[in-house]
């Protein structure tokens, strides 16, 4: 089960699924009178605490830290392949969910459990 949540995590990078999420629970912030990039913040971690969350009911642990590396290397990667085509704001939407990736990342390695691959 566990190569078929890599495979899902990684294809909901790689088609930008999360960024689709993302931006649903980033209009839900900006209603509120939050900033833009602040929300979008708030918006990639809350997206990926529910990615972990997938993980945790399936696996009964929290998402490895060897996931969250490839996501950031894959949106990395999608973003230096489409350098071309993004926009200023596409650049810092990207940069936010890496850093929220981050964030998660060091949650978990501070927290009781941590799962390394």
Known sequence: MTIILYIATFLLTVFSITQLIRSLICKFFIRLSIPYILSNFISSIITWLLIDLMWFLIEKNHIPILALGISIVTIYLRAFIQRKKLTR???KIMVSEIW???ILGLIIILGPTTRWI
Do not use: D, P, V
């Open 100 to 102: 929220a990736i981050i």
């Open 89 to 91: 704001e596409a650049e």
